[in-house]
């Protein structure tokens, strides 16, 4: 019998996942037995606090806590994010109107994109950019506008262009410490986001995700501390990187009331929340581990010192990070004709080091590859001397 192809509308708008390719690769070298040093997905590799572990063990064990939670989350994990924005950044918010939990950052922002961008509505966002940000729009039947961010200066000079020639944005998107570029931003930046935004009656969504692994002294400024950006701008934090709990999925959408209402709906109709014993868990290390964001941040610098260093020895010449878990290289010289795909694929082959190619990010992305800083300086090391032989044709 012969089977019947259906096109599913939603799915054929994405393209084929591109580190896909890669990751396979990365798995038949295992399957020799082959030692990978994987440089590829930005998956943190440290243990989450002892405290937060210790609670969700004891949360747990509670049978109450076993049975459905509420979608946005416990009202108590919504007042320690809020004491940390203040702590933090002296925002005040609202725990009721202006918070929400989400199960990670991805859950807030594409559901958030589903409660309010329509049909053709226009978003804008940084070109390269992590995929759904992107994708998500399309998800959303809405319509993206990319825009390429050499600076962030240039990407905002390029916004107003847009907004003044149109077509004109619903919503836009943004995302500083930068994904995968590392670009960073100061508050004036989002001075002038807003402003803009304001005067083109558009919402603003920013991504926060790399808020606290920051290098050198940088601070990353929270979009809310501009004033009046409640007034039509949300912020997306996660605790995914700021404490080691990736795999636990908490996340928060704050700021401006009415978006944070019609993500709450749209959450009311597909989920009952993060299982219960980890939001618990997620309050104590929101109240207790604070010490442990900045001793994470350290160890992303010192990996990331290792690994510049290690690669400028190879004479590959790439520029240390300010924030963010990452490196954003561009392709050797040598080798910048066969593309970012296909020099991932000989790097990973020759030199037995995985990173993620920039086409995987946007056709912007080409040209360059990123590494995340998500093994040891031991193993970053051994990476680097691979790298170096092979360059030097050694490999």
């Known amino acids: 019998m012969q089977e019947t192809i259906v096109e599913f509308h939603r799915i054929q708008k994405l393209p084929p996942y591109v580190f896909a390719v890669v990751n396979e690769m990365k798995a038949r070298l295992r399957a020799a037995q082959l030692d990978v040093v994987d440089l590829g997905m930005g998956n943190p590799d440290g243990a989450t606090p002892k405290p937060v572990v210790n609670k969700l063990i004891e949360a747990v064990r509670n049978p109450r806590n076993h049975r459905y ?3 946005r989350g416990i009202g108590k994990l919504r007042e320690e994010i809020c004491k940390r924005y ?5 925002v005040e918010l609202d725990p009721e109107r202006e918070a929400i939990v989400t199960m990670g950052a991805k859950d807030a922002l594409a559901h958030l994109l589903f409660a309010v961008v ?3 509505d226009v978003v804008v966002t940084p070109s390269p950019c ?3 940000h992107q994708y998500g729009v399309l998800m959303a039947e809405g319509q993206t506008v990319l825009l390429p961010m050499p600076s962030p200066e240039e990407f905002l000079g390029r916004l107003e262009e847009v907004c003044r020639h149109g077509p004109r944005p619903r919503l836009i998107l943004v995302s500083f410490p930068h994904n995968p570029t590392t670009h960073c931003v100061e508050l004036d930046f989002f001075r002038r986001l807003i402003a803009l935004a304001r005067q083109y009656e558009a919402m603003v969504v ?6 606290d692994i920051c290098f050198d002294g940088y601070r990353a400024p929270s979009i809310l501390q501009v004033d009046g950006a409640k007034e ?9 990187k700021s404490y080691n709990m990736a795999g636990w999925r908490v996340g928060f959408c704050l700021g401006n009331a009415r978006m944070i209402a019609a993500l709450a709906r749209i959450k009311s109709y597909l989920d009952y929340g993060v299982f219960q014993p980890i939001q618990i868990a997620a309050i104590i290390a929101l109240r207790e581990c604070e010490e442990e964001t900045r001793r994470i941040a350290a160890t992303y610098q010192k990996r990331r010192d290792v690994l510049v260093e290690g690669l400028r020895r190879a004479g590959w010449d790439v520029a240390p990070p300010r924030a963010s878990m990452f490196v954003w290289a561009p392709l050797p010289e040598a080798y910048r004709e066969m593309g970012s795909l296909e020099f991932a694929k000989l790097l990973l082959e020759r030199a037995l080091v995985a990173v993620s190619p920039g086409v995987g990010f946007g056709p912007l992305g080409e040209g360059y590859v990123r590494f995340a800083l998500v093994e040891n300086e031991h193993r970053i090391r051994q990476a680097t001397r691979s790298i170096r032989r092979f360059l030097q044709g050694r490999a």
């Open 86 to 90: 203040q702590a933090n950044y002296g």
């Open 232 to 240: 039509l701008a949300v912020e997306i934090f996660s605790m995914s």
């Open 130 to 132: 992590y995929p759904i």
């Open 118 to 120: 329509g049909p053709g």
């Open 206 to 211: 920013h991504d926060f995700a790399y808020a």
């Open 69 to 71: 939670s509420v979608s």
